[in-house]
């Protein structure tokens, strides 16, 4: 018998030693919330993007192929001072440079344009696309992207293309590839290649990142 009640009495302990371990209430299998980061890693430094929900063709897509790898090794092919970075077309891999700013994964995304809630402020991340004369629904090429350059913002482009993103680190980093020297086109003397990675962080590693997440 007092085998029994120390037998049941150290069942009672162990279960009431497990519910202290659980620290944070929530179904089993769940983890702390985080939010999804994107890495645009180059010889110049590291900026961060963080992409819209309220866009998801283009933020999916953007993902996707990031996992995939299809960015890394694509350079930023064209300058524009005070205008915008741009890059992500796979033929800048090689190394013909003549074509570069000319291709894609052999798609486009329709249209995501909300001229309301985002806009072509400093920092904000866009999809390049073909012009209207060939493009009237603004259909964004499917893997360039831009990033705006000019602190004051690009107002005029609101309206015209999807704007499905913007950085939340690294403007610094953005304004050192626009000052690099380039030719009567845009194009980069020096090749600047990057690598693009899909984070998960928490709130605890954005605010020791000095991270904050936007809100629209």
């Known amino acids: 018998m007092i085998q029994k009640k120390i037998l ?10 497990s519910c202290a371990e659980e620290k944070t209430p ?11 980061i994107i890495q645009i890693s180059t010889s110049l430094g590291d900026m961060y993007a963080y992409l819209y929900n309220e866009t998801p063709l283009h933020h999916s897509n953007f993902t996707t192929l990031a996992k995939e790898g299809f960015y890394d ?9 005070n205008f915008v970075i741009q890059g992500g077309d796979p033929n800048s891999k090689d190394s013909d440079r003549s074509n570069d700013g000319s ?6 995304i ?6 309301a809630k985002f806009k072509h402020s400093y920092g904000a991340m866009g999809a ?3 012009g209207n004369a060939t493009n009237p629904l603004r259909a964004s090429n499917g893997s360039q992207f831009y990033i705006v350059t000019d602190e004051n913002g690009e107002s005029f482009l609101d309206g015209e293309y999807t704007v499905f993103g913007e950085l939340v ?5 953005a304004k050192s590839i626009e000052k690099k020297p380039k030719n009567a086109d845009g194009l980069p003397l020096d090749r600047i290649p990057m690598t ?8 605890e590693v954005l605010d020791a990142m000095d991270i904050v997440i936007p809100k629209h």
């Open 110 to 115: 329709p249209a995501e344009i909300d001229s």
């Open 26 to 36: 929530g179904l089993a299998g769940e983890g702390p919330l985080t939010f999804e």
């Open 103 to 108: 291709g894609s994964p052999g798609y486009t």
């Open 8 to 17: 049941i009495l150290g069942l009672i302990i162990g279960l009431f030693s």
């Open 196 to 203: 693009v990675e899909v984070h998960q962080y928490t709130q």
């Open 128 to 130: 390049a696309r073909s």
């Open 169 to 173: 680190k690294g403007w610094d980093v």
């Open 73 to 81: 090794s694509t350079e930023f092919h064209r300058i524009v001072t």
